[in-house]
Structure formats: C-alpha cells, structure tokens
C-alpha cells in the first residue's frame, strides 16, 4: 500500500505524479507544488476539487521522509509517497501529469551525454510504467531527466514502439522534453548585464528571451536578438551570454564539486512549466504557451502540428527540436515555426547548423538504444 499520508478522492483530483521525487529536484519542485497549487484551485471552474501530488521515488526511505514532511504543509494538496515496495501503478493510476526527475546527475568533468547509459535505461522502464498505467489519450509526461536531447527521443519512441495501446492515442504531442532553465538563465544574465553596464533603467522587470533548439552546449540557441528588452549588447558581451546560457550548468555542476548539478533553478522553472498544466487542466485557460522540446513528426511520420511542416526545413529536418508551442489538453496545437524565421544571419547562419548537426546525433543515439532494446 502506498503510505498515503493525507487522504484523497482520486475521482475529484487532479493528480500529479513526480517520479524521483526524493531527489535535489524532486523534492525542491514537490515543495513549490505543495505550497503554491492551491492557487489554481481558487481559479478553477471545473468540478475538480482537488490536487493530489503522488510522491514516487526507488529510495524507499526517503521518499517516505520527503513526504511525511510535505505533509505538515498548511495547504489543501494533498501527496503521497510511492516505491517499487508498493509499486509504481499507485502512484501512475489516473496521473494527468507525469513530471520525470528521475537519474543521475554530472559531475564535474562530465558531459550530460555521460549519463545516457544509466539514464535511457530508467527512462524506458518509467516509460513502460506510463504506459501501462495511464491513460496515454490524455497524460502529459514531463522530461527532466538528462540528457533531455536523447531522452525524450527514448521516452518517445519507446512507448510507440512497444505498446500498441499508444497507437492512435497522440501520447507523442504530450511528451515533452523540459529546457525552460536555459529561458531562465537567459532572462537572469541578460538582465545582470544590462544592469552592469548601465544599459537598462528597467531592475524590476524580467527581459524575456526565447531559447530553442535543445538543452545541452550548442544545441542551445538563446534568441538574444529577439529578446523584449531593448538592449544594445556589444559583440563581445553577446557572445558571452550566448556562452553563459550555453554553459550555464557547468557553473552549477562546478561549484557543486561534485555533489550534483543544478537543482532549485531547475526546480523554480520546473515549477513554471508544471502549474502551466495544471491552469490547463483545470480548465483555467483553453491554452498555454511554452517553449518543450517536441517530436516534430507524429506516430504517422505527419507534422506533429500546425506549423511542424514550416519548421522542419528550416532546422534541417531535425526530428526533434525544442521550440515556442501552443498547447491544448489534446497535447501540442501549433509549433510557432516563424521563430526561426526571424533569427539574425548569425543565429540562422552560424548557430542553428551547429544545433541541429549535434541534435541529430543525440537522436539517433536515443533511436538506437530503443531498437536495441527490443
Ligand atoms: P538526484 O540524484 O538528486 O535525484 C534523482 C532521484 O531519482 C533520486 O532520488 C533517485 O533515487 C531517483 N531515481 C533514480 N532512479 C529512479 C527510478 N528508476 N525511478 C524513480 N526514481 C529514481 O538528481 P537531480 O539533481 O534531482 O537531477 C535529476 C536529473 O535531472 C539528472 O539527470 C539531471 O541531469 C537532470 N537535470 C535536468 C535539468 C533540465 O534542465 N532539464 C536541470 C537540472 C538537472
Ligand atoms: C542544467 O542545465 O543545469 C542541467 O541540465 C544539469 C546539468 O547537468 O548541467
């Protein structure tokens, strides 16, 4: 049974499922969950009444710590907590959000791609896990866990290959891989440079700055150029906040010396994108908008969306690439493609190829550990 610490009524819940939750990640982004999500609730217009946060971790102990903790939290949310001791399905059934933590991090010295080994193989078991327990014609499934490029790939294609009940269920325009820190990052730096040199009266605002592509070194094309703070960056101060989202994680992992990589960053973005879901599906909103790293072909090999087919030669025909989406409950809606359009020549002429070469790579490696598998 799963130690279910506040009682709920799964009938009436919006039910979300963190797994790793035990971890840096997990546990910083299920606080924000607890102490925020009722906020939603108020909007709501729909019957559900309430939240449900089921905990899901492989270290048992923790887990069960980490939400007996939550517990104490003077909100209406209620969690549970999940192990392979009282098996994953609790915490799966009826989820209309699966947000994956799950892995290893770096370390120093490591790349992201380092973790693929360990981290495709969890990845595919949770993927079957969804599979098998939830309603794959409505779940959402968040991608955290690295290295996102390949991941998603296997999370992707794992559930099509390998479970017909996917078929026909357009579970791929609900999978999505999460590169919102590097949106933050790029907002913070722009920000702190700006204020450096003077440039901007604005220190209260946040600039918004879109990044596509993917989440790891140059697959990461922070859109600067694009960006709604009017801001005159020299060359030299560009190229060193195109290196800084770029390599942003390296900072974290660096001064973590070893004892992981970024966390409560991730977790606030996390965050941001989750309660994002949730408006949606509680019927707050008919729509959101955000920038996930997406299949731009569906299970048919057709554009995953309206505007999937513009965007696919102008990215080389990169099978996947994160970019600005509207999304709906059915999953993705619109793939805003004129992104890419309005890149400078620098960003089309020099970035993208280089995105899109390494991109390329980080698939098939993520195709071919799935065809291996079976
Ligand atoms: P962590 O080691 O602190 O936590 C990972 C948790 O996953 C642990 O509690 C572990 O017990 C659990 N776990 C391992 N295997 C599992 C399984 N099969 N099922 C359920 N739980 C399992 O690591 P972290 O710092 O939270 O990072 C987690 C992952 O997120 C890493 O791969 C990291 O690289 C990645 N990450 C991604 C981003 C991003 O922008 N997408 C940002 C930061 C970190
Ligand atoms: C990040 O960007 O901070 C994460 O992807 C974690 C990492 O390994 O850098």
């Not at 694009?226 to 195109?242: A, V």
């Not at 993208?352 to 098939?364: E, G, R």
């Amino acid at each position: 049974m799963p130690h279910s610490v506040t009682p709920s009524i799964e009938q009436d819940s919006l039910k979300i499922a963190i797994l790793g939750a035990a971890g840096g990640i997990g546990q910083s982004l299920s606080l924000l969950l607890k102490a925020q999500l009722q906020y939603q609730l108020r909007e709501s217009n729909r019957t559900v009444t309430h939240i449900h946060l089921a905990l899901y971790d492989v270290n048992q102990e923790a887990i069960n710590g980490v939400t007996a903790d939550l517990s104490h939290i003077d909100t209406p949310i209620s969690v549970s907590s999940h192990s392979p001791a009282g098996g994953i399905e609790n915490c799966l059934n009826n989820a209309s959000i699966v947000v994956i933590p799950a892995g290893v991090p770096r370390k120093p010295g490591m790349t992201r791609d380092d973790l693929f080994n360990v981290n495709a193989g969890i990845i595919s078991q949770l993927g079957d896990s969804i599979a098998q327990c939830c309603d794959l014609s409505k779940v959402f499934v968040l991608v955290i866990s690295n290295p996102v490029n390949s991941l998603v790939p296997v999370m992707v294609s794992n559930i099509l290959k390998n479970h017909p009940q996917s078929r026909n269920s357009g579970i791929e325009r609900r999978i999505m891989g999460v590169t919102k820190l590097d949106i933050v990052r790029a907002s913070t730096f722009l920000r702190e440079i700006n204020i450096e040199s003077g440039l901007t009266p604005r220190v209260n605002s946040m600039p918004d700055v879109p990044v596509i592509g993917g989440h790891s070194g140059e697959t990461i094309i922070p859109l600067f150029s694009q960006s709604n703070f009017l801001s005159r960056l020299n060359e030299d101060q560009l190229k060193y906040l195109i290196h800084r989202v770029q390599y942003g994680g390296d900072e974290v992992v660096k001064a973590k010396n070893g004892k992981g990589s970024a966390t409560l960053s991730m977790a606030h973005a996390g965050y941001k994108c989750v309660v994002q879901f949730v408006s949606l599906l509680l019927g707050n909103t008919d729509q959101i908008h955000g920038t996930y790293y997406i299949p731009l072909k569906d299970a048919n090999n057709f554009p995953i969306a309206p505007g999937a087919d513009q965007l696919l030669p102008l990215v080389g025909d990169a099978a996947y690439f994160a970019v600005p989406l509207t999304i709906t409950t059915k999953g993705v809606s619109y793939v805003d493609y004129d992104i890419v359009n309005r890149m400078n020549d620098m960003e089309r002429n020099e970035m993208l190829p280089v995105c899109v070469s390494q991109l390329k790579k980080n698939i098939d490696k993520g195709w071919e550990f799935v065809a291996s598998r079976s």
